[in-house]
């Protein structure tokens, strides 16, 4: 069964750190894009995406530091239910790419940039007044996911995360990937936040794409997801997960469909701190939009995402 990037087909494939939604003094960071590029690199980051808003800065003449540079943007448009405007975080775009117009609709201005080539996110719905509908337009159009943790808005606002929007879309039948970022402008602690851990099949700008497009990564703001399996059952499936130590795991489906797991002995006793680093849950009824997502959460509140899977 298909376990997304711990599939066996990938498991001599490295994990990649990278942050996906970065801004410069190319649009409103204070940061220069070299700048930029040598602290993520300092900092333990192996892809980085310069995403300046409404514009593409070319990171052919800079120095890469030994990362994987993505050519991105951040592009606005118009078109929210409620009046929202999206933010779509492109990566993958040419340097000299015409991008769509600020006023286009989100759905034209997607199908644009799949038509460029990008691999397209929904940047923090939640901050930006989207609803589920709107979502549900962008996959129809063409985008690959949603910003599930945006370390910048969680700063700003509280507005940061989308869980609740990424679950009923994917009980309305989405099939979105979920991406955790930064959102750094440098303005405040905005940096080191949110990232995702990718595999792709060659540590080239093309095999990361490929990677991101097909879902093959997870995201996080602080544990790791180490590994997943999933065996079927006569009943149904087993989906075994191994983590860094975290306070609890959890398997997540819509509404009353979740299962989780920590250390009992030691809560009974009262332990804070205690840990786990695996688990093994049983899972007989998936629901209609036949998928589970894991996390795992640390004693610090921090998370780690699969992207959804679904095992049948």
């Known amino acids: 069964?298909?376990?997304?990037?711990?599939?066996?087909?990938?498991?001599?494939?490295?994990?990649?750190?990278?942050?996906?939604?970065?801004?410069?003094?190319?649009?409103?960071?204070r940061l220069s894009p070299q700048e930029t590029i040598d602290w993520f690199s300092s900092n333990g980051y192996d892809v980085l995406a310069l995403t300046d808003h409404n514009s593409i800065t070319d990171p052919a003449p800079l120095d890469p530091r030994g990362m994987?540079?993505?050519?991105?943007?951040?592009?606005?448009?118009?078109?929210?239910?409620?009046?929202?405007?999206?933010?779509?975080?492109?990566?993958?775009?040419?340097?000299?790419a015409a991008l769509p117009p600020v006023a286009t609709p989100a759905t034209g201005s997607i199908r644009t940039l799949r038509a460029l080539g990008a691999v397209v996110f929904v940047a923090h719905p939640h901050w930006s007044g989207l609803t589920v509908g709107d979502l549900l337009a962008a996959q129809e159009a063409g985008a690959h996911g949603i910003e599930i943790y945006n370390g910048g808005t969680v700063l700003d606002s509280q507005k940061g995360e989308a869980l609740v929007h990424w679950d009923e879309a994917l009980a309305r039948g989405a099939r979105?990937?979920?991406?955790?970022?930064?959102?750094?402008?440098?303005?405040?602690?905005d940096r080191a936040l949110g990232w995702v851990?990718?595999?792709?099949?060659?540590?080239?700008?093309?095999?990361?794409?490929?990677?991101?497009?097909?879902?093959?990564?997870?995201?996080?703001?602080?544990?790791e997801i180490r590994q997943v399996s999933i065996i079927a059952q006569s009943d149904?499936?087993?989906?075994?997960?191994?983590?860094?130590?975290?306070?609890?795991?959890?398997?997540?489906g819509y509404g009353s469909r979740n299962q989780f797991a920590f250390d009992r002995d030691a809560a009974a006793r009262s332990e804070v701190g205690a840990t786990i680093t695996s688990a093994s849950f049983?899972?007989?009824?998936?629901?209609?939009?036949?998928?589970?997502?894991?996390?795992?959460?640390?004693?610090?509140r921090r998370s780690a995402w699969t992207n959804p899977l679904f095992p049948r």
């Open 1 to 29: 069964m298909d376990a997304g990037p711990w599939s066996p087909s990938l498991a001599d494939k490295p994990w990649l750190r990278g942050n996906l939604h970065t801004h410069t003094t190319n649009s409103d960071g």
């Open 68 to 96: 994987v540079l993505l050519t991105a943007s951040e592009v606005s448009a118009s078109g929210g239910e409620l009046g929202g405007t999206y933010h779509l975080v492109s990566l993958g775009l040419t340097p000299a």
């Open 176 to 189: 979105l990937s979920g991406i955790a970022v930064d959102d750094t402008h440098w303005h405040t602690i």
């Open 197 to 223: 851990m990718v595999r792709p099949a060659r540590p080239t700008p093309n095999a990361v794409l490929e990677a991101l497009a097909a879902g093959h990564f997870y995201a996080s703001s602080g544990p």
């Open 236 to 252: 149904g499936i087993q989906v075994d997960v191994e983590t860094s130590a975290c306070a609890a795991i959890y398997a997540l």
């Open 282 to 300: 049983t899972l007989r009824e998936l629901g209609p939009a036949g998928y589970v997502r894991l996390q795992c959460t640390d004693w610090q």
